[in-house]
DNA sequence: AACATATATATGATATTTCGTATATTAAAA
DNA sequence: TTTTAATATACGAAATATCATATATATGTT
């Protein structure tokens, strides 16, 4: 048994920002997305986001991998099983919540960001 | 299908402090638990207790319910299944975060409080 | 009625989080 | 090698959360 990467506590305090849940879930949703799909699905800053990006990823809930200009943020998979089972759970059960994002989010693949 | 009782962020910003997370999960684990015990268990004072418990209770997470001096809270049933299933899940895995707590509180019970 | 006990809330101080703006970094393109 | 595009970070201001202390409320006891 190793020690946990993240401790309950910093795991929800990283869920309890309006903009971080939402680009959790809907990276968690559609495996990875790069920087430039989330600014457009969350109608929000460059910075904004990226500094959210930031706290996920710090805390190890998020990996990031640079493929040219653009990045791509992932769940970590080695997030506890019971913290995987969460984003899960939230995930397919918070649709009112995410919809219009997913909405954006699928209007921008149809366009030229990281393309 | 009614609207639910409280919001993914919301519920997560409950869950984003130390005190509120730790009195959560032993309320969940024991049914139910009055302020005694958890100012016992979590060694925290009055005032910090109870205003955690408000918060919780205010965003319908937990029910409270008095029987003569003491007042007992319990995890509210109409929580949506997928939040009760977090808390599954979260009091079920975070042994190490809540040890010290329950062994208090397991004191607590040989003692004289809300006898 | 006066008192004691358990719990809740108000208040102002402090700490933490979030934000917008400006700037830095990195990689590709010209 | 200058420029452009995508992303990250630094920094001070503003908003929000938390706290300790004092006080209020509610119940039971004497």
């Known amino acids: 048994m190793s020690t946990p990467i993240l401790s309950p506590l910093s795991f929800y305090k990283c869920l309890s920002d309006d903009t971080r849940l939402k680009a959790l879930m809907l990276i968690y949703l559609e495996k990875e997305l790069c920087v430039c799909d989330l600014i ?16 996920l990823r710090k805390c190890q809930i998020l990996l990031d ?17 019971w913290a995987m089972k969460v984003l899960e759970l939230t995930a397919h059960n918070t649709e009112a919540y995410l919809n219009e994002h997913i909405t954006n989010l699928n209007m921008a693949k149809q366009s030229e960001c990281c393309s």
């Open 65 to 81: 991998e640079r493929r040219g200009k653009w990045v791509y943020y992932s769940v970590n998979p080695k997030l506890p099983e």
């Open 40 to 55: 457009t699905a969350l109608e929000l800053s460059q910075p904004k986001v990226s500094r959210h990006l930031a706290d």
